[in-house]
């Protein structure tokens, strides 16, 4: 019989250990050092910007901002991927601070220029007052004039893509399937991870809300944002019925 893995899934240390390789390649870490000089040109950071990367993962943009002079502090609630985010920033030479911590109830305690919210870290709680706190939070750690940034996968976005609902990889002999469905009225997307290696089978569900851009941007507002803007990628493109993400500028 598969091993299940119940209770609430974002603030399960086991479901993010054990997806790691697959939701975090070498690619997609790769990748982040792209995205975050194109994250620099978008907010207009200045030199030696302050940085809080909420929900940092294993610091994917983390190390590589800290990396172009910036003073960065990642915070995530999985202590495999701050461990993880520690050894990169060593292998790189650079100085960047980790911290495990829940994003409903951190707040920096300097004022920071920019927080990032990214590759749809935000709306993993079943409760909106809890996704509702992360944004206020958020908005609690920035300076007069600093910018949230948030990368998601939205409802228009979602249903432009067409997305497969299942799929599976392989990575150094185990197998990922993930299948996939929009539930409630397109507000949710509900899906179940299955991971099988010579251990055997385990199975890990979520629930995650979808978000129109028009809907983000009223939540955000009610967080206290004064200036709310959305594109379809880091380079400033238009958010448009081609637009493969959602990200949004909220400044405060």
């Known amino acids: 019989m598969p091993e299940e893995h119940a209770g609430q899934w974002s603030t399960t240390e086991e479901f993010w ?47 590589p901002l800290a990396a172009r002079g910036h003073q960065v502090i990642g915070v995530d609630s999985t202590h495999r991927y701050l461990e993880t985010a520690r050894e990169l920033a060593e292998e790189a030479g650079v100085e960047a601070t980790f911290v495990h911590a829940d994003a409903r109830r951190y707040r920096s305690e300097q004022p920071v220029d920019l927080v990032l919210n990214l590759w749809s870290s935000f709306g993993h709680f079943p409760d909106q007052q809890d996704n509702q706190a992360v944004l206020r939070q958020a908005r609690a750690s920035l300076r007069e004039g600093g910018a949230l940034v948030l990368h998601l996968r939205s409802r228009e976005t979602y249903n432009a893509r067409q997305t497969a609902e299942r799929s599976w990889t392989e990575r150094a002999g185990t197998l990922y399937l993930e299948e996939r469905h929009v539930i409630d009225d397109w507000r949710r997307v509900r899906g179940r991870w299955i991971v099988v290696d010579s251990a055997g089978r385990r199975d890990f569900s979520y629930e995650s809300w979808l978000y129109s851009g028009e809907e983000l941007s009223a939540m955000l507002r009610a967080a206290g944002f004064a200036d709310v803007s959305l594109y379809g990628d880091f380079g400033g493109a238009p958010y448009g019925q081609y637009s493969k993400h959602l990200v949004v500028i909220a400044r405060r």
């Open 17 to 63: 250990a054990e997806l790691q390789d697959v939701i975090f390649d070498e690619d997609r870490i790769r990748r982040g050092q792209r995205e975050a000089a194109e994250l620099e040109r978008l907010v207009g950071l200045e030199p030696s910007a302050r940085i809080l990367d909420m929900c940092c993962g294993p610091g994917r943009h983390s190390v």
